[in-house]
């Protein structure tokens, strides 16, 4: 029955594709026996209890929804207009200019991931002056494959400074205005993952200024909005700000952090275009893109996040929860740095309650993380990031202990 | 400063789309929906199954359950059981450990997840020379899917037969012994789209053997499963004959019809491999793939589709709905069939009940399917498509006397 070639596979020669770096956190964790473990790994809120945390706004919008009786047919490819409106409602702000007069072109998309990679299979495709996409450095991990793979090529401007676990802002500036024109430029809107070191005010508007010299396409990824100060104004104004003063952006919009909607796969991406007719004509080669993806994307998470925008009550109440959330980071990062200090640490710790959002990075060395998670049970990524997510008012004297015992 | 950025040409609209919307600005009361491939009543309406509002009753009540990330290939259980399902219970492959899963969205998704990792690492490694054998006529999205994967070849092979209203299997089996080697074929598993023409069994057999014979690789889709005659297993035969036959294989199956679906994206690509090692290798490198398009999957149609396929009272209830369904098809092609004969309709239809599932190809010529549109207001694809689903008690003599004078007064 079974011939000589039969034993032959097609897939003798693929090789076993190296571990996630922050998958393999999570699955270390999950094998470790000490009851005292921590998972600093994950990108993902917890409460207090350290359990993951479903918005009450949410589960009042699941509930209406139920009550609707909805059909399950298909969205159209660009998907569920109640939620794109609203997507950029949030973005730009109610009133702005360019959702008056038709100039964007929002699209859901399967998340932030999925925004990212059709925003960069479109530049791939239609942006033909330039194949550069420019990182800050560091960025999210999965920045560089996605543009890559879309047929991008990656380079970097400076951004963190180690010294000061900071923004090295005159370093940055040096990079960009070296940047060639026309080349896409990476911002994180807030929230900057993974160093938590965001731009001030008077910075960004510099940063705008410089970029508009050099003729650069903006590309915004804002995963955090409302997430990082708990003002989702305040978190958009780097991007409103830019708009204003006649950046065309590209912006990717993720809800998984600030709905808690992570597996849902909410997101959306849109094009800031030079006028509506322009628009109509970028979102018909978006649709181009999607549909060999997925066609179109899934329901039930975008319904949850229009439900909740566009209802007054349910609104306020989310506004409420997302700075709930925020307001639990930020407790946790003054909470560590007094911890550390009354372990007798001197070292200085001022970025950890600098940093904003969800990341920390702490400034550890590949070998204290390495100490940490042998000796503590205490897990992050090589790179010193740790989830102040994960720290709760339970576990960070815990926390504060281990830190201090490897770097004092 | 308000440099315009893209040379951004306008798309035409997909056809199917753009069929939908001409029907909905249709003012015609007698207007019939013959385009999109989605099911509908007796009254015209979509339906949720009752099992899957009876499951989603079940995911609100449970307080346990949240909205954090899937795995990067999807939810296990969901994986798994949607594998039984193509291959069945007692497969032996399942049992030889060799078959494995990616959780993905919808049809269209499983078909890019494998297109991707095809062009990565079948054929050496990068190849996009290739080449995709795609059915004349096939689902139009099967041509973008592949070359958007980076495919650069992707061709037609011989498959409905205009003349005799059937399948070209000489032609078939011609572009089969034809095909360079290690060729990729896209299968339609049951229910061809758009023709709704299947290969008996016999057929697949000899199809089989060449593709074996040739080392052609064996790229099954599998969107009605269930829809095609009722039955699951019987719609699973040609998948199931291939794996006794020891194909390494990809099935892209899709839940958008047999679960009613649609918008939640719920779909699977089975792996079927020749050992557990090197299954564990591919589907590393899928974990790859996923991370850069879309990280993890949606959970809420995964985990309603798991419960159900999991739980025998729900199991069951599934397959009655599934049965409900293509009944109602089968009870439409009857009864349209016997309306045209009874018209003496110019012309055989007997192609009507012999096709299978929610399609039926049929026979209309572009001419005539625009006089069906404009005169008529009853929407079907310019290929002469139709979506059974979309004939009622109601509309079926309108559609009929339709058929009749199109047939008559255009060639």
């Known amino acids: ?408 | 400063f308000v440099p315009g950025l893209f040379n951004v040409p306008q798309a035409t609209p997909v056809a199917v789309f753009k069929l939908s919307n001409d029907f909905k600005e249709d003012a015609n009361p007698k207007k019939v929906n013959l385009g999109v491939g989605a099911y509908r009543t007796d009254e015209g309406q979509p339906w949720v199954l009752p099992v899957v509002k009876k499951v989603e009753k079940i995911i609100v009540a449970d307080n346990s359950l949240n909205h954090e990330y899937l795995a990067i290939l999807g939810l296990p259980e969901f994986r798994s059981s949607a594998s039984k399902i193509a291959l069945g219970e007692d497969s032996p492959a399942i049992q030889e450990n060799r078959v494995g899963a990616v959780q993905c969205l919808g049809g269209t998704g499983a078909l890019k997840m494998g297109a991707e990792f095809l062009r990565r690492w079948y054929n050496g490694n990068d190849n996009t020379k290739t080449p995709v054998y795609v059915s004349a006529p096939t689902w139009e999205n099967h041509n973008a899917v592949f070359a958007n994967a980076g495919f650069e070849d992707v061709r037609p092979y011989k498959y409905w037969d205009a003349e005799k209203r059937g399948l070209d299997l000489d032609g078939f089996l011609g572009d089969l012994e034809s095909a360079p080697k290690h060729s990729i074929f896209v299968l339609h598993a049951c229910a061809h789209n758009p023709t709704g023409t299947d290969p008996t069994h016999v057929e697949w057999m000899q199809v089989a053997e060449v593709m074996k014979r040739r080392k052609l690789f064996v790229f099954f889709d599998s969107a009605y499963q269930g829809f095609a005659s009722g039955c699951l297993d019987k719609d699973a035969w040609a998948v199931r004959y291939f794996v006794t036959q020891g194909f390494e294989m990809f099935c892209a199956q899709s839940f958008s019809k047999n679960f009613g679906l649609y918008n939640e994206r719920v779909g699977n690509l089975t792996i079927v491999a020749r050992d557990s090692d090197n299954l564990k290798r591919v589907l590393s490198q899928m974990e790859k793939i996923v991370r850069v398009t879309w990280s993890n999957p949606p959970s809420q149609g995964a985990r309603l589709v798991a419960i159900t396929l999991n739980t025998p009272e729900l199991f069951a209830e599934w397959k009655d709905n599934v049965k409900t369904m293509a009944d109602r098809v089968l009870l439409m092609r009857a009864s349209l069939q016997a309306k045209l004969q009874a018209l003496e309709t110019p012309g055989t239809w007997d192609h009507i009940t012999q096709q299978i599932g929610m399609f039926s190809f049929t026979g209309l010529n572009p001419k005539q399917v625009e006089y069906m549109i404009k005169e008529r207001s009853i929407y079907l694809m310019a290929s002469g498509r139709i979506n059974m689903c979309g004939l009622t008690t109601k509309n079926i003599d309108y559609v009929a006397e339709s058929i009749h004078e199109t047939v008559v007064n255009v060639q």
């Open chain 1, 1 to 408: 029955m079974m011939q000589v070639w039969d034993l032959l596979s097609w897939w003798s020669e693929v090789q076993m594709g190296p571990p996630d770096p922050i998958l393999g956190v999570s699955e270390a964790y999950k094998r470790d026996t000490n009851p005292k473990k921590i998972n600093l790994g994950v990108g993902a809120y917890r409460d207090d209890q350290g359990k993951p945390y479903v918005l009450s706004c949410v589960r009042k919008a699941e509930a209406q929804i139920a009550a609707k009786k909805l059909d399950k047919e298909y969205l159209a490819i660009g998907g569920l207009g109640d939620f794109t409106k609203a997507c950029a409602k949030l973005a730009l702000g109610d009133d702005n200019e360019v959702i008056k007069s038709g100039r964007n072109i929002t699209v859901q998309t399967i998340s932030g991931t999925g925004s990212l990679r059709i925003g960069a299979n479109f530049l791939s495709r239609f942006h033909t002056e330039a194949r550069d996409v420019y990182l800050p450095k560091p960025s999210w991990g999965n920045h560089t494959p996605i543009f890559r793979d879309a047929g991008m090529q990656l380079k970097a401007y400076t951004y963190y400074d180690p010294k000061t676990c900071g923004f090295d802002f005159q370093g940055a500036l040096n990079d960009i205005s070296k940047i060639p024109e026309k080349s896409v430029i990476m911002l994180h809107a807030c929230a900057h993952n993974p160093t938590g070191v965001d731009p001030r005010p008077e910075q960004w508007k510099e940063i705008a200024d410089l970029v508009k010299k050099r003729n650069l396409l903006v590309f915004f990824d804002m995963a955090y909005q409302g997430f990082a100060s708990g003002d989702i104004d305040r978190d958009a104004w780097a991007v409103r700000y830019f708009i204003e003063q006649g950046h065309n952006i590209v912006l990717s919009q993720s809800f998984a952090k600030n709905m808690g909607l992570y597996g849902e796969r909410v997101g959306g991406f849109t094009v800031v275009c030079k006028d509506a007719e322009e628009a109509k004509r970028v979102e018909s080669q978006l649709k181009i893109l999607i549909r060999p993806i997925y066609s179109n994307p899934p329901m039930n998470g975008a319904r949850i996040a229009a439900t909740i925008l566009n209802t007054p009550d349910l609104y306020k109440e989310w506004l409420g929860e997302v700075h709930g959330m925020a307001n639990r980071i930020i407790t946790m990062r003054e909470l560590l740095v007094a911890n550390l200090k009354k372990e007798g640490s001197t070292r200085n710790w001022k970025h950890v309650i600098d940093q904003i959002g969800m990341f920390c990075f702490t400034g550890l060395k590949p070998e204290q993380v390495e100490r940490l998670t042998k000796e503590f049970s205490i897990y992050m990524t090589k790179d010193g990031r740790i989830s102040m997510a994960g720290v709760t008012s339970g576990n960070v004297g815990y926390l504060a202990q281990g830190i201090h015992a490897v770097t004092k």
